[in-house]
């Protein structure tokens, strides 16, 4: 019987949850199973977006037939030929025999090379930037090369915008009834299993993975269906966030990942000395038997954190076996960026230390925290100085707060009465907010930050701050009353470039509206992304310079849903697209076999793919383009770059960073 999901009116997941397997690839233990994503669009033309893993072959059919009804299946999408999901391909092929294959020629060869099904006149190759058209989707293609085969490509969706993202942005585990990350709480339950997913299957190749979350970073994006785990249609970017640091290897904290390889346990008591006096300074910690615990959670931790220690006897004269696996799994992964510290115990001759620093000094940008601390047999009065030492060592890296504790109280307070840090002010939190008026029969509006209660019993009062310059303000002091709307998390980014990007001087903001709710006063709110609303009529007002301060009686109040209210850090988190850099292709030259990018001019005569080993012959020159600049302007007071056509800046506008106007943003591009 089928058990398909729904993702959007037109679209279906027709995958399967497999919670049998016990090493997904032979090597990756996965608890909580593994999905394997199949999705089923229904247009003009149906669409199958990749098949399933054989082991769950009877229900991805059963899904297929189902959701297709009586309809034929026109296209079938293969983003990537791993066989977890290409593996039902020719199944596919023998009971659908009329679908054409939509694919890049990297995939057909490999379609050839696993399959016997003569594909002859059955295949649809596409290239980058190429379109199809099913119905009223669009679907354009877009290479992904390693991310995490050669092969691999993303579709597009530009109707309903979907990005297709192949194994990018998927995650271990059985969705169990699931489909959308936003009905788990994916950042907190889900997070280490994505992580070990991305670190151990896509880790190694960063370079790969930043190229394309610069092409994703120029299309609007409001689905992403992966091959595993959960489809995204809210909060991506927190998940986005993630990816960045994990492709450019930069550690999520700073924090130590101690794994240790232990025979009879005085290689593990060293370790555990030196964690407990990592910890008594403020260092987090996460510890690993390399025994015990398989490599890919160690992969996981040591992406996660700044520090690592290796503790490993020597064993054969050589690295304990299973550090030694570990620590192959490391450098294959090209974990960058890391300070390492390394003990080691020998009770003949200590090698294992040397012999790791020798492995690990392969990865670049690898800083190694001396001296090994050694141990004959058993650790020693002289081993808790060392081991003291390092653990000092690694903390003044962690925790350098902890040094200014100890310093001087003069000094401390001297410095802290000369600087006045913008940052200092960020770290206010503030709720986001419409402020409405009305003066003449015409309704105006802006964004504000600034709203509080400032009296409590039962006349209570608030206090807005509003820009000088901001049409509204010159509003409301016309006026003496005005309504606070209170913004919720749901308050899309349109709205805030409505009621903040633009002036009432030039547009009416309101316009299109297809609300006009008004409170007792008359003055418009906004019934929608809206938890509460106040009537508010003004009772002082104080001239702060660039901004005045009105304090006001609460005339009205109701609460309009539950929804939480956006603060002001929510903004910036999750409403306010990332930048968006220009896609820019540089000069260079690209490896045909595996897409591998040399930038420069001259490739050199001996120069070696360091991705799939292959030679000149088989890089294709690169012409470079000219980079886009975008105009606009920024703000000299904190840096906020806004992009903008047109010669000047509407004369309200407000820095969205720093509330600083117009006048004290200059002209820029990037
Ligand atoms: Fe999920 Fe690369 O296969």
């Known amino acids: 019987m089928q058990c398909v999901k729904r993702v959007l009116p037109d679209l279906f997941w027709v995958g399967a949850d497999d919670r049998r397997l016990s090493c997904f690839e032979g090597v990756y233990g996965v608890p909580n199973g593994v999905s394997y994503n199949s999705y089923l669009m229904l247009d003009g033309k149906t669409v199958l977006f990749d098949t399933v893993d054989k082991a769950v072959a009877r229900t991805f059919f059963e899904n297929v037939a189902y959701v297709l009804g009586n309809r034929k299946l026109d296209y079938l999408v293969i983003h990537h030929m791993e066989p977890d999901h290409a593996a039902t391909i020719e199944d596919l092929m023998f ?217 490993s006897t020597t064993y054969n004269a050589g690295i304990f076996v299973t550090m030694e696996n570990l620590l192959h799994d490391i450098v294959a992964h090209n974990i960058q960026k890391r300070k390492v510290a ?107 930050n600034s709203a509080v209660q400032v009296s409590e019993g039962d006349k209570k009062k608030v206090a807005v701050s509003v820009i000088n310059k901001n049409h509204t303000c010159e509003m409301l002091k016309k006026s003496g009353k005005f309504v606070v709307s209170v913004l919720t998390e749901e308050a899309p980014f349109s709205l805030f470039k409505q009621f903040g990007f633009q002036s009432g001087r030039d547009v009416d903001k309101f316009e299109g509206a297809d609300y006009n709710d008004r409170m007792a006063n008359g003055i418009r709110y906004l019934p929608v992304y809206t938890n509460a609303v106040f009537s508010c009529e003004v009772i002082q007002t104080f001239d702060l310079g660039v901004s005045t301060l009105f304090i006001a009686d609460v005339v009205e109040a109701k609460v309009l849903s539950k929804a939480p209210s956006a603060t002001y850090a929510y903004y910036h988190a999750h409403i306010k697209p990332k930048n968006n850099p220009a896609p820019e292709q540089k000069e260079g030259w690209r490896c045909k076999v595996c897409g591998y990018f040399y930038e420069g001019h001259e490739l050199p005569k001996d120069y070696v793919c360091p991705l799939c080993n292959h030679g000149p012959d088989d890089f294709e020159y690169v012409p470079g383009t000219p980079v886009k600049k975008v105009k606009g302007f920024i703000c000299k007071i904190c840096g906020h770059f806004e992009p903008y056509d047109g010669e000047e800046l509407p004369a309200d506008y407000v820095c969205p960073l720093c509330n600083h106007g117009r006048d004290d943003f200059e002209p820029a591009e990037r």
């Open 342 to 448: 390394l003990l080691e115990n020998g009770s003949w001759a200590a090698t294992s230390g040397k012999l790791m620093k020798d492995l690990l000094s392969k990865i670049p940008n690898t800083e190694f925290i001396t001296p090994t601390v050694s141990i004959k047999s058993a650790p020693k009065a002289k081993t808790m100085d060392e081991l003291d030492a390092l653990a000092d060592a690694i903390a003044a890296d962690i925790v350098p707060a902890k040094k200014a504790e100890t310093a001087p109280i003069e000094e401390a307070v001297v410095e802290k009465a000369l600087t006045v840090e913008k940052e200092a002010f960020f770290q206010f939190t503030y709720g986001l907010e419409v402020l409405t008026t009305r003066v003449d029969g015409v309704d105006y509006g802006c964004i504000i």
């Open 95 to 311: 009971r659908y025999p009329e679908v054409t294959v939509v694919c890049n020629s990297k995939i057909e060869t490999l379609l050839k090379q696993f399959f016997d099904y003569d594909f002859a006149g059955k295949v649809h190759i596409v290239n980058e930037g190429d379109v199809l058209n099913v119905g009223k989707h669009s679907l354009t293609f877009v290479n992904a090369p390693m991310v995490h085969w050669p092969e691999v490509m993303m579709s597009y969706d530009s109707t309903d915008k979907i990005l297709f993202t192949a194994d990018a942005f998927g995650t271990f585990g059985a969705l169990n009834g699931h489909i959308f990350a936003d009905e788990v709480d994916f950042m907190h339950d889900w997070l280490d299993e994505a992580r070990r997913y991305y670190t151990n299957i896509v880790g190694k190749y960063g370079v790969q993975v930043q190229n394309i979350l610069k092409k994703a970073a120029a299309l609007e994006i409001n689905y992403v269906c992966p091959l595993h785990g959960f489809v995204w249609r809210s909060h991506f970017n927190d998940f986005l966030e993630k990816y960045l640091q994990w492709s450019s290897y930069t550690p999520e904290r700073k924090g130590v990942c101690l794994a240790y390889a232990s025979v009879y346990g005085h290689t593990e008591n060293m370790a555990n000395i030196l964690a407990g006096k990592l910890v008594d300074r403020g260092v987090s910690v996460e510890m690993f038997d390399t025994s015990v615990i398989p490599a890919s959670y160690i992969v996981a931790s040591a992406f996660k954190n700044s520090h690592l220690v290796f503790a």
